[in-house]
């Protein structure tokens, strides 16, 4: 695990879900940190530092997870906060992409309002495995001819190689594992 000094501190409050959702996955359970005031309080501040000041206009945050970050993450920076969401999840006109998983496909939306052209976009998850999911998000934002200024994930799966799919766009994480 590459963590600085605050990370490895919240390192230790994410819990490990052996078999979940399958056998052979080792999942990393954030619960637990959202649990500890403390510990999502620092969560949110060392995200906040590091974009603080780079002029963001709207933070997309993948659901369900990535809603949590993502939304204390755009009130902190005094930006839109814009949720991108499965399928048929949101009530007006959308914009979607569909992505390949590892069996089958999977289709995203934002809404069409979502995002002026030239907006200054930080995508937010809580979590970077593959990559798939939020170089979807990328296109989508692209899409709305947005400039992507960052991705932030609470935890990265470095093990998984996902930054590979994201070049080009400056990734942060607050833990790696």
Do not use: N
């Amino acid at each position: 695990m590459k963590t600085h000094s605050a990370s490895q501190s919240l390192a230790a409050t994410i819990r490990d879900v052996p078999d979940f959702p399958k056998p052979g996955i080792l999942f990393k359970d954030i619960t637990t940190l959202l649990q500890d005031p403390r510990a999502f309080k620092k969560t949110v501040d060392i995200l906040v530092k590091e974009y603080k000041g780079k002029e963001i206009d709207a933070v997309v945050a993948v659901e369900s997870r990535g809603f949590i970050f993502g939304a204390a993450l755009a009130y902190k920076l005094g930006a839109a906060f814009i949720p991108v969401r499965k399928k048929g999840k949101l009530p007006y006109k959308t914009q979607s992409v569909t992505y390949a998983l590892e069996y089958g496909t999977d289709t995203l939306e934002m809404h069409v309002d979502g995002l002026k052209k030239d907006a200054r976009v930080l995508i937010v998850d809580d979590l970077l495995a593959t990559g798939g999911t939020v170089q979807a998000v990328a296109k989508l934002v692209k899409g709305f001819k947005a400039r992507i200024v960052g991705m932030a994930f609470v935890v990265e799966l470095g093990f998984l190689k996902g930054r590979r799919k994201l070049k080009g766009v400056p990734v942060y994480s607050v833990i790696t594992f």
